[in-house]
């Protein structure tokens, strides 16, 4: 069995930015400019502390040139840095959210482009909550906290500088005391934080999934009356997402014990730096240079220390979608296409497939040797009982799986290498349940390839002899309703069968709709198959027998086995009452 690509729950952290740079290069340079307006920002800060301790020296010595020039350097710095401050705001946040903004259209061309396999195999909330509410957090860090980090790290780094510059020994003792202990809190946070906020993130992830899936059965809770049991499960994994938030914020609070350490640092500054000036060592000017720069140093930890825990959040957002990029990528290079190898096939031509092995799971093959051939304009119809294998069959035909054992071929060339847009224009599948979009019928009839215009939709229509189902619907612009529905099982099939004909692949493998649909639908589909050019190969996965009925040849699944092909209907009319 071919590896299933999957996402890692709580994926790796390490190195997050480094493996994020693709996505950043494209923006460095706007990056780079908001950066540099930051960093003179946090400098102009900075700059006060020394011009009030020049100003405080002044004034003890009388000296009044010195204390106006301080002065008036002190309001032209107050100018500059409200300019800065804002620029640096405007410009970081518009380069953040364009880095955002092209991890959102990635994470949306990678899921929409998906291997199938991939897609089954995960809940499809936590893949929304990768796209929606990790880019979200992370639109929101870039938005407020992004700044905050950059001046706060910039100030604090200038303030050292100037410390230093001052006194480097009254700089050691206030390091000495601060530094330690803050690293050792620093480090007791990060022990805990990315399980703690890796498992936050997850526990989230788990409800949004669960909170999907309601939506999607609800008919089935409601009639089977599955709904206190499927309300226990959501308030188990509700009550586990509260205590891992829950875990999270004690984590987060521990960063609050730094604010302690600065209180005790300022005590130990005023004691040696007082000694210092009743010594004569040091004058009272930089004691006040050292009191003030040592606030901005305190704040900007301080800053730095409050967003740990936002910085934390992002990190793990911005590593479970490099995740989810990470492993789109390598499932859509297992698909069949990815490699697109081969020249171009013709856009007609025979389809065969030879001794296909296929397995969900390791040990248990729905398909074995499966070996069967569609010439040009074919009309097949495939029947078996329940389980027999016909759905797989039809999505390793038209390459959605690559098979396990065996080969797909379009006109002699083996589906994996065709490029995944070229196959598409050769073999197309309407599934049994046609996913819509919300919007009118237009809209949905858009998604193909060949961007169609109104024109060609209305030919479309007629070719298939659907104009009565579509006035009846109230045209091309008919609402459809939230994804299609308002549209029963079998038109939104119609819909697929109109998507298949606006593609115009040589192949179209249908798996009809199960035979529950009315019967004028019915009808319908079965009159716009025939309305199918002559050329077109069709294959449909038949549930009802009066499909059968039409369709010159019969194969008959049994167990992933073909167990017989027929051109008379008898044997697929008594596999099908065998089936009910
Ligand atoms: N995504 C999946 N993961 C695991 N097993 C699967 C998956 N899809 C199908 N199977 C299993 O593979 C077997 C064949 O399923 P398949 O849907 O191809 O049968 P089918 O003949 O189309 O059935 P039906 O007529 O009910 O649609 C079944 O045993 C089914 O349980």
């Known amino acids: 069995m071919a590896e299933t690509v999957l996402l890692n729950e709580q994926p790796d952290e390490r190195r997050v930015l480094r493996r994020a740079a693709p996505y950043l290069r494209p923006h460095r340079r706007a990056l780079l400019v908001a950066v540099v307006v930051g960093l003179a920002d946090s400098a102009a800060l900075v700059a006060v502390a020394p011009l009030i301790g020049r100003a405080t020296d002044a004034l003890l010595g009388k000296d009044r040139g010195g204390l106006l020039s301080a002065a008036a350097v002190l309001v032209l710095l107050a100018v500059l840095q409200l300019g800065l401050a804002r620029a640096g705001e405007l410009l970081l946040a518009k380069a953040g959210e364009n880095v955002v903004r092209s991890l959102r259209e990635k994470c949306v061309e990678n899921l929409a482009s998906a291997p199938l396999r991939f897609l089954e195999s995960h809940r499809s909330g936590d893949l929304l909550r990768r796209t929606t509410g990790e880019v979200a957090a992370l639109a929101s860090f870039v938005r407020m906290h992004l ?6 790290t910039a100030t604090l ?3 050292l500088v100037v410390l ?12 000495a005391v601060f530094v330690p202990l803050t690293l050792l809190v620093m480090r007791w946070f990060q022990r805990s934080a990315p399980r703690a906020f ?15 899936e309601t939506l999607n059965v609800r008919e089935a809770l409601q009639s089977a009356r599955g709904l206190p049991g499927w ?36 005590v130990v500054l005023l004691l040696v730096g007082g000694w210092s000036v009743s010594r004569g060592a040091m004058g009272v000017g930089t004691v006040v240079v050292f009191v003030l720069a040592s606030r901005n140093l305190f704040d900007s930890f301080s800053d730095i220390s409050q967003l740990v825990g936002e910085v934390q959040t992002a990190r793990t957002g911005l590593a479970r979608l490099l995740d989810l990029l990470a492993a789109t990528d390598r499932a859509a290079a297992q698909t069949p296409g990815a490699a697109g190898t081969a020249a171009e096939p013709p856009l007609r031509g025979e389809l065969v ?34 389980g027999s294998g016909k759905t797989t069959l039809s ?20 589906l994996r290498d065709i490029p995944e847009a070229e196959l598409r224009r050769r073999v197309v599948l309407v599934p049994q349940e046609v996913r819509m979009v919300t919007g009118t019928v237009a809209a949905n009839l ?4 060949t961007t169609p215009d109104r024109a060609a939709m209305e030919r479309a229509v007629a070719e298939l002899g659907l104009e009565d189902w579509l006035r009846d619907l109230g045209g091309l612009d008919a609402e459809v309703g939230v994804r299609g529905s308002r549209l029963s099982a079998g038109e939104r099939q119609i819909v697929g069968l109109l998507r298949a004909a606006l593609a115009d692949p040589a192949v179209l493998v249908l798996d009809e709709a199960t035979a529950d649909i009315d019967p004028v639908t019915a009808g319908r589909l079965e009159h716009a198959l025939d309305g199918m050019r002559g050329d077109r190969t069709i294959v449909v996965v038949a549930h009802r027998p009066a499909t059968i009925a039409r369709l010159p040849r019969v194969i008959a699944l049994d167990g992933g086995r073909v167990a017989g092909t027929t051109a008379d209907a008898t044997m697929a009319r008594t596999t099908m009452v065998n089936a009910s």
């Open 147 to 152: 700044r905050n980090l950059v001046s706060a």
């Open 157 to 159: 780094l200038f303030t």
């Open 164 to 175: 230093f510059g001052y006194s480097w020994q009254l700089a050691l003792v206030q390091l």
């Open 198 to 212: 890796g498992g936050k993130a997850a526990a989230e992830a788990t409800v949004a999934a669960t909170f999907t």
């Open 231 to 266: 309300l226990r499960r959501f308030d188990r994994e509700n009550t586990a997402a509260v205590g891992a938030a829950r875990r999270a914020i004690r984590v987060e609070n521990r960063i609050d014990l730094v604010g302690l350490i600065e209180g005790f640092a300022l």
């Open 353 to 386: 497939c030879e001794d296909l092995g296929y397995s969900y799971r390791d040990g248990t093959e729905v398909l074995r040797g499966v070996s069967l051939t569609f010439p040009v304009g074919d009309r097949t119809g495939v029947v078996g009982e329940t």
């Open 395 to 414: 999505k390793l035909l038209c390459g959605l799986y690559a098979p396990d054992r065996g080969v797909v071929r379009f006109a002699g060339v083996d």
């Open 446 to 449: 858009e998604l193909v390839h």
